[in-house]
């Protein structure tokens, strides 16, 4: 279930401009190709099965959202070094690392929940991650997905995801710390406010969800903002 790195950043700077969403910001819901093939950048499978035994990082309790706390890692799992289109680079460390073959039983909120009840995903793959951004530390919990089908209708699927999530008060994927991950520092849940983005890439889908480790988050934030959307499908 883990994630191809098949996307260049030149394919993935189009997708920023065309596909990304913002909760409580700015942008559109992801536009429809026509007649172009599924994403091998998203998960895909029969949607059923156990995770992957390569799975690290966090616990294999449910994600009820009142998991028993586990202590953070010692170092990360591994790193990433990401690119934005301005020329940031960024140093993400990944803590927790968790796939998963089916998606609304790792979901919240009734209206999210349904949607990935009545439209099945062909697998979920989250991490919790940190990074740097303007000198502060940010935590990152990044959750990319696949929906079942056949085009054009499996894109109008996955279109109508971001632009369901994206709004307030619809539900999320599960975090990684909802089922007893934790990072390093900063708090032992998502904190809200916090930036949410969603983007959307043929029948995929991949939500960010960003915060300051060391203080309050505005969920508007530019800087969180552009951060969300230059790590799109580059941490598989």
């Known amino acids: 279930m ?21 909760r409580n910001g700015t942008g559109t819901a992801p536009t429809v190709p026509s007649g172009a093939t599924g994403s091998p950048d998203f998960p895909s499978g029969s949607g059923s099965g156990a995770p992957s035994p390569s799975d690290t990082g966090g616990s294999t309790a449910p994600d009820t959202g ?26 993400v460390s990944i803590w927790a690392e968790r796939s998963d073959p089916t998606c609304a039983d790792h979901a919240h909120g009734k209206p999210v929940v349904a949607y990935l009840t009545a439209h099945k995903c062909g697998g979920l793959h989250r991490l919790l991650a940190t990074t740097t951004v303007a000198g ?28 369901l999530v994206k709004k307030n008060g619809t539900g999320n994927i599960d975090d990684l710390m909802r089922s007893g991950s934790r990072l390093p520092a900063g708090p032992s849940a998502v904190p809200s406010p916090d930036v949410t983005t969603a983007q959307g890439q043929d029948d995929g889908v991949e939500i960010v969800d960003a915060w300051y480790l060391d203080g309050p988050t505005s969920s508007s934030d530019p800087k969180l903002i552009a951060t969300a959307e230059a790590l799109f499908l580059q941490l598989g």
Do not use: E, M, N, Q
């Open 2 to 22: 883990r994630l191809s790195r098949t996307l260049t950043v030149v394919a993935a700077l189009v997708l920023l401009t065309a596909c990304s969403s913002v």
């Open 136 to 163: 502060r530390a940010v935590g990152l919990a990044i959750s990319d997905l696949g929906f079942l089908g056949t085009d054009p209708a499996v894109y109008k699927t996955a279109g109508a995801f971001v632009t």
């Open 66 to 91: 009142t998991a028993t706390s586990s202590a953070p890692a010692a170092k990360p799992l591994r790193t990433a070094t990401v690119t934005a289109p301005d020329g940031t680079t960024f140093l």
